[in-house]
């Protein structure tokens, strides 16, 4: 890749400067790759260094809560963690757009809901839509059977639609922005942003399919990662390929890796350990986190 599609800051590399070193993100992203004629993939690590300036980082869907209670809890349980993450994303510099879809009633006449309207419309490079499906061109069946909705409890939970806007848990702060639609486009046009950081649930749905969310930022040329430990998926352990959950959150995690964008982890900026839910009692060499 050129310098340009990294989103590095060639004038703060050249110069060296405390000042402009504290506006850059120093990253390592993961894709897997496989050999010509195989089907054997293997992961690759690349270090990149992006202006926090040209970057937005995108919360998709994390509602106050969802008709699935495993999954409530599971976006509960990364909320502080994924708050942290927000909070010096924020001090860097990014852009902080939180995505609850279908919530936005919820934040009429706010200032972030404002700073949403108030990007001018941009000219998409392929035209956004509201929900973006499976890509057969570029990409095979998801590795896990979500056809269920992908509740994992026992019963299974009945489904709807309870959210009435985004977990409390994330804050929304002053230059924040609050949008379910192109909007997020929009703003990341007009302010000059060129990567996406991504995270949120769920990856095998909405953080692959919404307007703002991986599938079609990478249409739209942008540099997207998603955030490996700060995401979650909508599978039921009863289906195929009949696996505990976490591993087929693992397993969709890799399908993104392989077609769609590479991922990071929150303890690249964060420092420490990448988040672990507590239900995960796989041993961490079995994981991919």
């Known amino acids: 890749m050129n310098s340009k599609r990294l989103g590095i800051s060639i004038t703060c590399l050249a110069l060296g400067s405390l000042a402009c070193s504290a506006q850059v993100l120093e990253l390592n992203l993961r894709t897997l790759t496989n050999s010509s004629g195989t089907d054997t993939w293997a992961a690759m690590e690349q270090k990149v260094r992006w202006d926090a300036r040209a970057t937005a980082a995108v919360v998709c869907d994390m509602w106050d809560a969802h008709w699935c209670q495993g999954a409530t809890a599971r976006v509960a349980e990364m909320a502080p963690r994924m708050n942290m993450l927000l909070t010096e994303l924020r001090q860097r510099g990014v852009l902080i757009i939180h995505c609850p879809s279908g919530t936005m009633d919820h934040y009429a006449g706010t200032p972030a809901r404002k700073l949403a309207m108030a990007a001018p419309r941009a000219e998409p490079k392929v035209p956004l839509r509201n929900w973006c499906g499976l890509d057969s061109r570029r990409e095979p069946k998801l590795p896990i059977d979500d056809s269920d909705g992908g509740c994992d409890d026992e019963p299974r939970c009945k489904e709807g639609q309870p959210w009435r806007s985004q977990i409390a848990t994330l804050e929304i702060r002053e230059g924040d922005a609050v949008t379910d639609s192109a909007e997020a486009y929009y703003l990341m046009r007009q302010r000059g942003i060129t990567n996406v950081i991504v995270m949120g649930v769920h990856q095998n749905m909405c953080v692959l399919g919404r307007p703002f969310s991986i599938r079609q930022m990478v249409y739209q040329g942008q540099n997207v990662?998603?955030?490996?430990?700060?995401?979650?998926?909508?599978y039921n352990s009863r289906k195929s390929p009949f696996v505990d959950h976490f591993t087929g959150n693992d397993l969709v995690t890799g399908h993104i890796e392989k077609y769609w964008c590479p991922t990071i982890t929150?303890?690249?900026?964060?420092g420490g350990q990448p988040f672990r839910f507590k239900g995960d009692t796989r041993r961490a060499a079995q994981t991919s986190r």
């Open 225 to 234: 990662v998603l955030v490996r430990d700060l995401t979650d998926s909508m």
């Open 266 to 270: 929150s303890d690249q900026l964060l």
